[in-house]
Protein backbone atom coordinates (compact mmCIF):
# COMPACT_ATOMS: atom_id res chain seq x y z
CA UNK A 1 0.00 0.00 0.00
CA UNK A 2 1.21 3.32 -0.81
CA UNK A 3 2.30 5.04 2.14
CA UNK A 4 -0.32 7.85 1.55
CA UNK A 5 -2.81 6.08 1.02
CA UNK A 6 -2.61 3.97 4.18
CA UNK A 7 -2.09 7.58 6.50
CA UNK A 8 -5.15 8.47 4.31
CA UNK A 9 -7.24 4.90 5.06
CA UNK A 10 -6.10 4.87 8.73
CA UNK A 11 -8.83 5.95 11.18
CA UNK A 12 -10.37 4.66 14.49
CA UNK A 13 -12.67 1.76 13.17
CA UNK A 14 -15.34 0.55 16.07
CA UNK A 15 -16.43 -1.93 14.38
CA UNK A 16 -14.62 -5.63 13.56
CA UNK A 17 -15.60 -8.86 12.06
CA UNK A 18 -15.00 -12.12 14.53
CA UNK A 19 -12.42 -13.11 11.43
CA UNK A 20 -9.23 -13.99 13.23
CA UNK A 21 -5.62 -11.83 12.58
CA UNK A 22 -2.91 -14.45 11.70
CA UNK A 23 -0.18 -14.37 14.17
CA UNK A 24 2.34 -14.81 11.73
CA UNK A 25 0.85 -11.24 10.43
CA UNK A 26 0.90 -9.87 13.82
CA UNK A 27 4.89 -10.78 14.08
CA UNK A 28 5.38 -8.79 10.75
CA UNK A 29 3.78 -5.42 12.01
CA UNK A 30 5.26 -5.32 15.14
CA UNK A 31 8.70 -6.38 13.51
CA UNK A 32 8.30 -3.66 11.42
CA UNK A 33 7.20 -1.17 14.09
CA UNK A 34 10.04 -1.49 15.78
CA UNK A 35 12.67 0.47 13.37
CA UNK A 36 10.13 3.58 14.90
CA UNK A 37 11.95 6.71 15.90
CA UNK A 38 12.89 7.27 19.15
CA UNK A 39 15.44 9.77 20.48
CA UNK A 40 18.90 8.05 21.14
CA UNK A 41 17.36 4.39 20.07
CA UNK A 42 15.53 4.34 23.71
CA UNK A 43 12.74 2.49 22.17
CA UNK A 44 10.52 2.83 25.34
CA UNK A 45 7.53 1.01 24.44
CA UNK A 46 6.41 -1.81 25.93
CA UNK A 47 3.61 -4.05 24.41
CA UNK A 48 1.85 -6.93 24.73
CA UNK A 49 -0.77 -8.55 22.65
CA UNK A 50 -3.44 -10.11 23.53
CA UNK A 51 -5.48 -13.15 21.23
CA UNK A 52 -7.99 -15.89 21.99
CA UNK A 53 -8.97 -16.97 25.61
CA UNK A 54 -6.69 -14.29 27.27
CA UNK A 55 -8.35 -11.72 25.17
CA UNK A 56 -11.99 -13.08 25.95
CA UNK A 57 -10.76 -13.00 29.78
CA UNK A 58 -9.90 -9.65 29.99
CA UNK A 59 -12.84 -8.47 28.06
CA UNK A 60 -15.00 -10.39 30.41
CA UNK A 61 -13.53 -8.93 33.29
CA UNK A 62 -13.89 -5.09 32.09
CA UNK A 63 -17.47 -6.10 30.86
CA UNK A 64 -17.94 -6.79 34.45
CA UNK A 65 -17.05 -3.80 36.09
CA UNK A 66 -19.21 -1.70 33.48
CA UNK A 67 -22.44 -3.84 34.62
CA UNK A 68 -21.40 -3.53 38.30
CA UNK A 69 -20.96 0.17 37.74
CA UNK A 70 -17.38 0.23 39.23
CA UNK A 71 -15.50 3.12 39.28
CA UNK A 72 -12.65 4.02 36.84
CA UNK A 73 -8.94 3.26 38.10
CA UNK A 74 -7.14 6.07 39.63
CA UNK A 75 -5.84 7.76 36.68
CA UNK A 76 -1.97 7.28 36.34
CA UNK A 77 -1.71 10.24 33.69
CA UNK A 78 -3.73 13.24 32.50
CA UNK A 79 -5.54 12.50 29.55
CA UNK A 80 -6.39 15.82 28.82
CA UNK A 81 -5.12 19.39 30.18
CA UNK A 82 -8.33 20.22 32.86
CA UNK A 83 -8.79 23.81 31.06
CA UNK A 84 -8.52 22.57 27.69
CA UNK A 85 -8.09 25.86 25.23
CA UNK A 86 -9.50 26.95 22.14
CA UNK A 87 -9.07 25.70 19.74
CA UNK A 88 -8.66 22.49 21.08
CA UNK A 89 -11.80 22.53 23.55
CA UNK A 90 -14.01 23.27 20.04
CA UNK A 91 -12.13 20.28 18.53
CA UNK A 92 -13.25 18.08 21.09
CA UNK A 93 -16.60 19.26 21.01
CA UNK A 94 -17.00 18.67 17.50
CA UNK A 95 -15.85 15.00 17.59
CA UNK A 96 -18.06 14.01 20.73
CA UNK A 97 -20.92 15.46 18.31
CA UNK A 98 -20.13 14.15 15.13
CA UNK A 99 -19.28 10.85 17.10
CA UNK A 100 -22.71 10.20 19.18
CA UNK A 101 -24.80 12.38 16.12
CA UNK A 102 -23.79 9.47 14.03
CA UNK A 103 -24.98 7.13 16.32
CA UNK A 104 -28.01 9.16 16.98
CA UNK A 105 -27.48 9.82 20.55
CA UNK A 106 -28.77 12.84 21.82
CA UNK A 107 -26.01 15.64 23.17
CA UNK A 108 -27.85 15.70 26.76
CA UNK A 109 -28.65 11.53 27.08
CA UNK A 110 -25.75 10.50 29.22
CA UNK A 111 -26.22 7.37 29.76
CA UNK A 112 -26.55 6.05 25.94
CA UNK A 113 -22.84 7.63 25.51
CA UNK A 114 -21.71 5.97 28.48
CA UNK A 115 -23.68 2.54 26.52
CA UNK A 116 -21.84 3.34 23.57
CA UNK A 117 -18.42 4.34 25.12
CA UNK A 118 -18.13 1.00 26.89
CA UNK A 119 -17.82 -0.65 23.90
CA UNK A 120 -14.37 0.63 23.88
CA UNK A 121 -13.82 -2.48 26.85
CA UNK A 122 -15.43 -5.63 24.46
CA UNK A 123 -12.39 -3.89 21.92
CA UNK A 124 -15.46 -3.14 19.33
CA UNK A 125 -15.56 -6.70 18.96
CA UNK A 126 -12.18 -6.90 17.13
CA UNK A 127 -10.62 -10.56 17.76
CA UNK A 128 -6.89 -8.93 18.92
CA UNK A 129 -5.52 -6.19 20.83
CA UNK A 130 -2.19 -4.34 21.58
CA UNK A 131 -1.60 -2.73 25.11
CA UNK A 132 0.93 -0.47 25.44
CA UNK A 133 2.88 0.40 28.49
CA UNK A 134 5.85 2.77 29.25
CA UNK A 135 8.32 3.19 32.05
CA UNK A 136 7.15 5.89 35.01
CA UNK A 137 10.46 7.32 34.86
CA UNK A 138 10.54 8.23 31.51
CA UNK A 139 9.65 12.26 30.06
CA UNK A 140 7.61 13.76 27.76
CA UNK A 141 10.01 13.09 24.67
CA UNK A 142 9.93 9.33 25.60
CA UNK A 143 6.31 9.54 24.99
CA UNK A 144 6.27 11.29 22.00
CA UNK A 145 8.48 8.19 20.91
CA UNK A 146 5.55 6.00 22.37
CA UNK A 147 3.13 7.90 19.96
CA UNK A 148 5.08 7.74 17.05
CA UNK A 149 5.95 4.04 17.89
CA UNK A 150 2.03 3.41 17.84
CA UNK A 151 1.39 5.13 14.73
CA UNK A 152 4.18 3.16 12.62
CA UNK A 153 2.23 0.14 13.74
CA UNK A 154 -1.25 1.27 12.95
CA UNK A 155 0.13 2.26 9.37
CA UNK A 156 1.99 -1.19 8.74
CA UNK A 157 -1.42 -2.72 9.85
CA UNK A 158 -2.94 -1.22 7.25
CA UNK A 159 -0.55 -2.21 4.40
CA UNK A 160 -1.60 -6.13 6.20
CA UNK A 161 -5.57 -5.33 5.24
CA UNK A 162 -6.23 -4.68 9.20
CA UNK A 163 -7.71 -1.68 11.03
CA UNK A 164 -7.19 -0.26 14.01
CA UNK A 165 -8.94 2.19 17.10
CA UNK A 166 -6.24 3.21 19.69
CA UNK A 167 -7.94 3.62 23.03
CA UNK A 168 -6.88 6.19 25.72
CA UNK A 169 -9.80 4.39 27.68
CA UNK A 170 -8.34 1.35 28.66
CA UNK A 171 -6.40 3.31 31.01
CA UNK A 172 -9.14 3.90 33.10
CA UNK A 173 -8.94 0.58 33.70
CA UNK A 174 -5.53 -0.14 34.26
CA UNK A 175 -5.79 -2.46 37.43
CA UNK A 176 -7.86 -4.89 35.31
CA UNK A 177 -5.62 -4.97 32.26
CA UNK A 178 -2.77 -5.81 34.79
CA UNK A 179 -4.41 -8.75 36.15
CA UNK A 180 -4.16 -10.76 32.85
CA UNK A 181 -0.68 -9.04 31.77
CA UNK A 182 1.01 -9.42 35.10
CA UNK A 183 2.87 -5.85 33.67
CA UNK A 184 6.10 -4.92 35.78
CA UNK A 185 5.18 -2.29 38.38
CA UNK A 186 7.27 0.53 37.10
CA UNK A 187 4.86 0.15 34.01
CA UNK A 188 2.40 2.49 33.27
CA UNK A 189 -0.28 1.68 30.91
CA UNK A 190 -0.79 4.16 28.39
CA UNK A 191 -3.27 2.75 25.83
CA UNK A 192 -4.84 -0.11 24.66
CA UNK A 193 -5.42 -0.56 20.57
CA UNK A 194 -8.24 -2.84 18.88
CA UNK A 195 -6.87 -4.70 16.02
CA UNK A 196 -8.96 -6.56 12.96
CA UNK A 197 -10.87 -6.61 10.10
CA UNK A 198 -12.95 -3.95 9.84
CA UNK A 199 -17.44 -4.57 10.10
CA UNK A 200 -18.23 -2.72 6.99
CA UNK A 201 -21.70 -2.98 8.39
CA UNK A 202 -20.56 -1.10 11.10
CA UNK A 203 -19.09 1.83 9.51
CA UNK A 204 -18.93 5.51 11.06
CA UNK A 205 -18.25 9.06 9.26
CA UNK A 206 -14.77 9.95 9.25
CA UNK A 207 -13.80 12.81 11.67
CA UNK A 208 -12.90 16.00 9.84
CA UNK A 209 -9.57 17.80 10.13
CA UNK A 210 -8.75 20.86 10.91
CA UNK A 211 -7.80 23.39 7.62
CA UNK A 212 -3.61 23.26 6.83
CA UNK A 213 -3.53 27.19 7.57
CA UNK A 214 -4.70 26.43 11.21
CA UNK A 215 -1.63 24.14 11.98
CA UNK A 216 0.98 24.24 9.39
CA UNK A 217 2.63 27.56 8.89
CA UNK A 218 5.21 27.95 6.08
CA UNK A 219 8.39 30.62 6.15
CA UNK A 220 9.14 32.38 2.98
CA UNK A 221 11.38 29.43 0.85
CA UNK A 222 8.85 26.93 2.05
CA UNK A 223 7.90 25.03 -1.22
CA UNK A 224 4.25 24.86 -1.16
CA UNK A 225 2.15 21.64 -2.79
Not at 42 to 59: I, N, R, S
Not at 95 to 100: D, I, K, L, S, V
Not at 132 to 137: N, S
Not at 149 to 163: I, K, N, P, S, W
Request: aromatic fraction near 10%; charge should be negative; proline fraction near 5%.
Amino acid sequence: MDVYEAVRSRRAVRGFTDRQVPAQTLARVLSGAAWAPSASNLQPWHAYVLTGEPLEDLKKRAGERVTTGDAWDEPEYEQYPADLQSPYRERRFAFGEQRYGGLGIARGDLEARQRAASANWDCFGAPAALFCYIDRGMGPAQWSDIGMYLQTVMLLLRDEGLHSCAQMAWAKYHRTVAEVLSPPKDLVLFCGMSIGYEDMSATEARTGRAPLDETVTFIDGCVRG
